[in-house]
Every structure is written in C-alpha cells, then in structure tokens.
C-alpha cells in the first residue's frame, strides 16, 4: 500500500488523517470541487460547513486554542482565499497554529487573470508564518506535512497551502509523515542553561519580584501553566498576565494581580512599574501593555523568555534574554532554584506583598452599582457566578468594550478556556470561534461575550450553529453603541459621537428565532439572574440580549501615551488631561 | 524619529533556500516593518543543495539592526543570517557597468580614468565605451563621479557581494 498512486485531492485527504486531523471548517468553491468530492468519499474527517471564510478561519482558531492542536481551513481560490486574509493575519498576531488550504486556477492559468484567481502566496505572504503553492501532485503530502510542522513549532500560526485544481486532479504519489520529515525548520526549544541560572539567580536576589507571564505560557502547553504555578508557589512571588495569558495562572490563586495593561488592574499595573525584577515569560511587551515606553518599569531588571527571537528586544530592552519555550524554561528555572536552594528574600518580599496588598484594597475594578439599569460589569460577575468551579466551560468575546471587562470579571483557572483576538483585535472572532471551541468539545459549555455591533459582523455562522446543533450561546452586552469607539471619543473628541451609535440595530430575539436559536432578553438588573440561568440550562443555541447601561466606560485605563503608574480609576480626575500630543496619534 | 548618530551601516549575508517567493519574503519584511535596504544581491550558490545567497546591505541603530537579523531568521527558508560588519572582518566587492558616450578629449580622458581605477572596456563604439569596474561601492562612487563630467550616461551596478576573510564559511 506504500507509495500507491492516487489523485491529488486524496493525497489531500490522507495526509490530513495522517496529521491526526478529524474536523476541518470549510466552504466548497470551483477550485476546490476535486479535495470536496474526495471528502464527501470517506469518513475519517469531519467538514463543518461555514457561512463565510472568515468563520471558517476563526472557528479553526476557537479550534486550536481550546484543544492545542492545529487547526484546519479549506477553502476556494479567489474570495475564498482573500475571505481569510483577516482570520490569518488574526491567527499571526496572536500564534495560533492553523493551517489553511486554498483552492487555486490550474497551474497553466496562473497570472491570467482566471476566474476567481487571486495571488494567493502572494496575498498571504506578510500574514502567515509561511505559505506554498503546490506545483506538482508528488510533493502534496510533503507540503501538507511540512506545513503541520511548520504551523505547530517554535512559535505557532498560520501556514497557507495553495493547490491549484489540476495539481489535485492529478495523480501523485503519497507520503507518510515520517518520509516527509523536513531538516529545515527547528526552532531551539530548550534554552540555554547558563541563562537560565543567571536568570534564577537574579529572580533570587529580587526585593519587588513580578512575573508577567503571557500566551507562550498557553502555547507552550497545559504543562507549562502548572509549572508556572509550581515556580510562584516556591517563590512566592506576584504574577500578572497578558489578555493572551489568561488562564496560564489560577485567577483565583492569591498570587494572582489580575490582568496588567491598558484595562488591567491597578495593582498589576503599579507592581510593573515598581518591582526590581521583572520575569517576562511569553509575553511581548505589547504597546497595550507598556504603556509609554520610556516610562515603562524604570527601575527594574527585565528577563525575557521568549521562544522568538524576535520578540526579544524589540520594543524594550531587556537584561537577559531567555530563548527558549516557555515550559521548558521554567522546568529548569525550578530544577535551578531547588538544586541551588535559594530563598526568597521574605522580608523584601512581605514588604513588597504589604504594598501590593495596598493597592489591592483601593478595588480598581469597582463600579457605581445600580438598581434601574444593567451595568456590563454586574452582567458578567452575574454570569461569572453562575459558572464558577465549572472546567467544562469555554469563554470566547469579540472585541471592544466587553473584551475588557470579560477579562476582568471572568475568572480563569486554566489554559486554552479563554478564547480572544489580542493582537489584531478583530470584531467578528468571538462567535465563530465558540463554534470552533463547541465542534471541538460537544459537551462543554461554549459563550461568546459579546457586543451588538461586533455580533453583526459575523451573525451569518448562526445557520452553521443551527445546521450542527451546536448549543453556543451568546451573551451580548447592548448598549446599542461601539462602546470603546464611544468611551474613546467621549475622552479624546469632545464627545462628539461621530458613527459610534448604530440605530436600526436586529431584535435580536426574533433573530435567534430566525436561526433556529432561542432569543432571551434582559432590561432589568433583577432580570439577569434568571436569564442567565435559562441560558444556562437551554439545551440549544442561545443569543442573550442583555441591555446594559448605554454610556459607561471601561476602567482602569491608562490612556494611550501615558504611563503604568498615570492608570486612571474612573471619571475623578479625568482621562482627557493625561493625555499629551503624541498620546493622540496612538492607537 | 530616527537618530542617524546611532545608525550605521550593516552588511548582511543570509543563507536560504532556492525556493518560488524567497526573496519576495525578504523584501517584503524588510518593507512591511519599515527597514532601509541600501542593497541586494541575489543568486544560488550552492546547486545540490539549492541554496542562494542574499547579500542585503541596510542601516540601523544597533537596536534596530538585531531586529532586522532575528527577523530575517525566523523567515522558514533562511538556514543562516551572518552580520558580516560585526563577525570580523570581511571583503565587499561590487561590480558597475558605466557607459560614457563622447568624442574628442573627454573620451581619451575617460579611457585614462578607467585606466587608473582598472576598470576595463568591455564594449566600444566610436562614440561610446562600457566600462567593468569592480572595487568597493566607494570606488564604484567615486569612478562614476569622475566619469560624470566626461559624458556618462548610464550604469548598471550589482550592488554589494561580501564574504568573511579567513578559512570559515558562513
């Protein structure tokens, strides 16, 4: 049976079971007609049928990050492709392994301006990690083979497969995994060890430790998230986390500071710019997260494990750079710290916990409760209460406004249980990608927290929700505005709401209706309760209206130019007076 | 923004494979996040394995120029990015084509030119020569400077090829 001889399009199909691949998301087209007759001849792997590329791309993601394997796109060449274009660049942004196969005019139509061509490698080319065109029907498996490797190695993301139909019409000759082996891509996993006892020694020494740890701990493996909790036991010191990194420690561990940056907590954001020793593992020191550069952390030692070399020193200087996988970095750092039998310096550190716990208590997260209308935040601790202790549940969001608050009132105990764009922040994500978490795990409970303008920009997949019987729910927060676009512009442009409201807004009740869903909806804060509860125990797909307060704002923010430690708490004060110049021209 | 006290000149040598796209991966990096590239060359050097060299001349702040390296060699086909100015020492070497057209005095001038920055004839009218020049890009500069006046009309350079001195390879 080894070598046989069989068209491109089964190649196709073989080398996806082969990669261990039982669902791909998908969208059939001209180009690909051959690899969708081939499907339809098996039943090894699973089509979930899409209503846009775009869902397509994101349901892989949701796929991927809750299940830490890749995940798998096939779509058609022209829109096909260029409909994944966001999804890609969304899956780059934040490392998620997903590989994408497309569709593509025959070889000999290539550069003829055919129908429905497009440049596809070329398109790709600056949003994947990489991307191929497939010339000849002998190197599919290869290709494919490789493109898993790549996709799923060092630093994750999204590898483009382009397979022009006569390539998959064509005979060709199979090859395993193993025949494909490829030499050329290994990244360095481990580190090297000197670094890693130099490090160990400065986190040793540290009087006001912090760990900022982010998505290479979740990328790096289940593993690596209970080793990170095993090096903050023996230290005992803080830990904060990226909006990537939620969930690589116990929210509810008391070690635990709460999300750091732009929307983080006050103390996370204080003990950033206050430690003397700062363990960055995974992270990239994002801009939503250091806030002004020249301000950010001034006194302290960075160390920086990151598997990319890349991301090392690329906005902020570091002391020592750790290249290595997050897991096995810290699996040395703690063989490193027992063997040398270091000790915390417990003084420095109940001294430097005393301070912390100090800005703990100025509750930077509170809000102005009320009685007659639903604020966002009581929406989600609402919501957060009636999931607690639960593992079986999967958050996703789109983005904006209750992006924000999600990862501030919703609690994560482990990995890959958070789904969000970070990077690219890309409106439209969450609701395909509970589908991808949902197809991915049938029996768990899968919730995209949403807005009302960011549902709308992927609503179509609830006809994919109700063809699979997919129980997602949906629970938007309504406040019938762009709600950060607004906050934004009431801060920084007078308040001059310049195409933030969206009048003409669904029912979404009658909506979900249409779908096949059930549509439930919340107007009272004494309604919330009950809805979530309903939501909760329907058996189908569920969209929550829940309207919430029209013009609240999302705090702490440190506006965009200032520093950690110019984080505003709310309105006292004003957010408008911090900000500078060239705090204007940022994003 | 840019500080060009920091910036210096940086010459890059990158080992990758002979592959459709290569070298579109490499401008388009260099484009898409904002590098300079003064040059580059590009050709296959080693047939059995497939691999070409690129030879990019950039410039940068130190900080800057480790990124355009660490960039570069996450690329999946690039097997070895070599800082050649601050691995040691090594020799760059480009080749120009200059064309000078004219008659009468300028034209013996230009061929005595030529002669002094050995650059040899490879094509002659009796109105026109095409000179080969391979020196350093600050002999190539300061030939063509010196050719301008005489009624230079034309060049073609390589840009920069550069190798480390001494036995080891890239």
Known sequence: MANQRMTGAEIVIKALVDQGVDVIFGYPGGAVLPIYDALFQQDKVRHILVRHEQGAMHAAEGYARSTGKVGVVLVTSGPGATNCVTGLTDALMDSIPVVCLTGQVPTHLIGNDAFQEADTVGITRPCTKHNYLVKDSNDIARIIHEAFHVARSGRPGPVVVDLPKNVVVNQGTYQTPAQSRTKKYNPQVKADIARVEQAVELLAGAKRPIIYAGGGVINAGPAASQLLASFAKLTGYPVTLTLMGLGAFPASDPQFLGMLGMHGTLEANYAMHGCDVMLCLGARFDDRVTGRLDAFSPGSKKIHVDIDVSSINKNVRVDL??????????????????????????????????????????????????????????????????????????????????????????????????????????????????????????????????????????????????????????????????????????FFFGGRYSESYMDSLPDFVKLAEAFGAVGLRATKPEDVDGLVKEMLDCPKAVIADVMVDKTENCYPMIPAGAAHNEIKLGPEGGVTSSVNDEGMVLV | MSNPVNERRHTIAVLVDNEPGVLARVIGLFSGRGYNIDSLTVAEVSAEKTQSRITVVTRGTPMVIEQIKAQLGRLVPVHKVSDLTIEGPHVERELALLKVAGTGEKRVEALRIADVFRARAVDSTTASFVFEVTGTSDKVDALISLMMPLGLVDVSRTGVVAIARGPKPL
């Open chain 1, 321 to 490: 750079p750790v290249v290595g996988d997050a897991a096995y970095v810290l699996e040395d750092m703690i063989k490193v710290w027992k063997s040398r039998q270091y000790r915390a310096d417990e003084a420095a550190l109940k001294a430097w916990w005393a301070t912390i716990d100090g800005w703990r208590k100025r509750d930077s997260l509170r809000y102005q409760p009320s009685k007659d209308i639903i604020k966002p935040q009581y929406a989600l601790q609402r919501l957060f209460a009636a999931i607690k202790g639960r593992d079986d549940v999967f958050i996703s969001t789109e983005v904006g406004q209750h992006q924000m608050w999600a990862a501030q009132f919703i609690g994560f105990e482990k990995p890959n249980h958070w789904l969000t764009s970070g990077g690219l922040g890309t409106m439209g994500y969450g609701l395909p990608a509970a589908m991808g978490a949902q197809v991915a795990n049938p029996k768990a409970l899968c919730i995209d927290v949403a807005g009302e303008a960011s549902i709308l920009m992927n609503i179509q997949e609830m006809s994919t929700i109700a063809q699979y019987r997919l129980p997602v729910k949906v629970f938007i927060l309504n406040n019938q505005y762009m709600g950060m676009v607004r906050q934004w512009q009431e």
